[in-house]
Nanobody
Framework: QGELVESGGGLVQAGESLRLSCAAS????????MGWFRRAPGKEREFVAG????????DYADFVKGRFTISKDYNNRMLYLQMNSLEPEDTAIYYC???????????????????WGQGTQVTVSS
């Protein structure tokens, strides 16, 4: 219970796309708000995107709005982050996170998540 495993990272060129996946053992998946965070070299972990329990609400960091999309697959207990128009500044380790919430509309944008994955490396070359 509570395992998150990211995949889908890699090395791409600026302007290209990647889709990150997070396999979650959290059950029922609809009880959990989920998020993506990243940590660039020499920087603190920062919020990227979040989604509420039933996907009714999403939120994005300003630096990814219009480029990244977060989504949940309830049947397969998967969290995704579609990343388009990648920039060298997006280079970081990306982490998925999960937190059980009562509210159906809450999107957690801070790091107060109980469950975290190990991360997947995304490198964008110029």
């Amino acid at each position: 219970q509570g395992e998150l495993v990211e995949s889908g990272g890699g090395l791409v060129q600026a302007g290209e796309s990647l889709r990150l996946s997070c396999a979650a053992s959290l059950s029922p998946f609809s009880d959990y708000a989920m998020g993506w965070f990243r940590r660039a070299p020499g920087k603190e972990r920062e919020f990227v995107a979040g989604i509420s329990r039933y996907s009714s609400s999403t939120d994005y960091a300003d630096f990814v709005k219009g480029r990244f999309t977060i989504s949940k697959d309830y049947n397969n207990r998967m969290l995704y982050l579609q990343m388009n128009s990648l920039e060298p500044e997006d280079t970081a380790i990306y982490y998925c996170a999960g937190e059980k919430t009562q509210s159906t509309r809450t999107v957690l944008t801070n790091t107060n998540y109980h469950y975290w994955g190990q991360g997947t490396q995304v490198t964008v070359s110029s």
